[in-house]
């Protein structure tokens, strides 16, 4: 099966994982892709393959050789972000895209447009997978689900070509943070891994952000307005006020790079109380740090302006920066290198803006750094994904088992 038909298999399972919630999966629809690609893998003739309890799934490729070679993981996620619907997905491939606008839907003036999107023109003459715009794609992540499958298909096919000891292993709920939670390291047994959950072709990442979730609580006092002189205390008004004290120039859309930021995703309320709830990054822990300890000062200000208990935060960290735990293991980062220029393609080493399951599987004891997909606009309706680019992803996993063979 070639890697789009995957690829276009998986996401017609909706697999949308759910913020917020202690349970994992936390949708138990994630479990019908896990179930299928327990079949799947099965009749590909991959060994002690399983689902646990959790709808983790795990599979072996056993070493074909006596030659004493590591153990490699390959790691991808089965949810989709909840930032966008993920159901009823209705995917179209654009064949020999020839640089101009994709119209996406028709009905709803829908369009991609290269004066937004310039990547697409590196792909002219290529199949772009895209979506009718009512949803994401799911590119991120059941194309690295694809793209692994394929390799491990290759192997499989051509036992002549000698290889050590493939782990594959695929989680619920990465965008939601707790990808790597209930991850079995231990009987996962590779020496290393990489997640195949990157972007544009040629990208390997080991560095990501240090990440935080901030809920902040605003709570006011409701008086009728007319008699409200001196007595009422607007939440609304101070949750303004908390967001107007942090940096203007510290938001996601004014930030690229190593920059990191705090950004309000969402909130609610009324003049009793306001809920914000932010995200909050950066690639120095030091910088992440003080970004920490202006929440906390901020409030400390607003509760001697208005009253103690007036601002309640509660900050919880996510993930750290895996740099930390993959520099000690660089040959990893030089292997996948290697391997991309053995292909063809120019290796770029790029910092996620944003994080993925190999950073807290590195703090577990695994290190797991990043591959690309190919994909691009992840999380959001104009999201696609090149046919070639996923063919050649497929030849870069393929590649790096070779080169530690």
Known sequence: MKVHERFLNYVKFDTQSVPDLEVIPSSEKQKDLARYLVEEMKSMGINDVLMDEHGYVYGTIPSNTDNDMPAIGFIAHMDTSPDMPGNDIKPRIVHNYDGKDIVLNEEKNIIMKTEMFEHLLDYIGNDIIVTDGTTLLGADNKAGIAEILSMAEFFINNPAVKHGTIKIGFTPDEEVGN???????????????YTVDGGKLGEIEYENFNAA?????????????????????????????FQGMLPV???????????????????????????????????SFDKFNAKKDRFNKIAEYLNEKYGEGTVKIELKDSYYNMKEKILPHMHII??????MKNI????????????????????????????????HNYHGRYEYIPVQSMEKVVELLIEIVKLYA
């Open 249 to 283: 120039h510290e938001t996601p859309d004014n930030t690229e790079n190593y920059e990191g930021f705090s950004h309000l995703n969402d909130m609610s309320g009324d003049v009793e109380k306001t809920l914000l709830n932010y995200i909050i990054r950066d690639h």
């Open 179 to 193: 990808g790597a939670e209930k991850f079995d390291i231990e009987g996962f047994g590779a020496n290393f891994a």
């Open 344 to 375: 063809g393609l120019e290796p770029q080493i790029v910092p996620i803006r944003g994080g993925t399951d190999g950073a807290r599987l590195s703090y577990m004891g695994l290190p797991c750094p990043n591959l690309c997909t190919g994909g």
């Open 213 to 241: 979730s901030a809920k902040v609580e605003i709570n006011g006092v409701n008086i009728h307005p007319g008699s409200a002189k001196n007595k009422m205390k607007n939440s609304i008004l101070i949750a303004m006020e």
């Open 334 to 339: 030089e292997t996948a290198q290697q391997a």
